[in-house]
Nanobody, 115 residues
Framework: QVQLVESGGGLVQPGGSLTLSCATS????????MGWYRQAPGKQRELVAQ???????NYTNSVSGRFTISRDRFKNTVYLQMNGLKPEDTAVYYC?????????WGQGTQVTVSS
């Protein structure tokens, strides 16, 4: 059974920073594209950032320059470093692992940006 274990969400003031973590198994981490998605109340789930097994990364426009996705191959963990947080970043953030037709999700972690 594939597990994606997320941590790091919380409440932060506008302009603040948070780092999300997603730990998984070695086989998943080595071969799958790892990504972070988010879903705000009343909105569809959207892709935030992705990191391929080959090391390429991409970001949605609204977070480009503020968020950074990274992979630690020794810990089989993918991170999302979020800087300059805005109230519109408030959402449940989900870790995803995808390869071909296979896709797995974490349980989600709440990020709330508010003063």
């Amino acid at each position: 059974q594939v597990q994606l274990v997320e941590s790091g969400g919380g409440l932060v003031q506008p302009g603040g920073s948070l780092t999300l973590s997603c730990a998984t198994s070695n086989n998943i981490f080595r071969f799958y594209t790892m990504g972070w998605y988010r879903q705000a109340p009343g909105k569809q789930r959207e892709l935030v950032a992705q990191s391929t097994s080959g090391g390429r990364s991409n970001y949605t426009n609204s977070v480009s320059g503020r968020f950074t996705i990274s992979r630690d191959r020794f810990k089989n963990t993918v991170y999302l470093q979020m800087n300059g947080l805005k109230p519109e970043d408030t959402a449940v953030y989900y870790c995803n692992a995808a390869m071909a037709s296979r896709s797995y999700w974490g349980q989600g972690t709440q990020v709330t940006v508010s003063s």
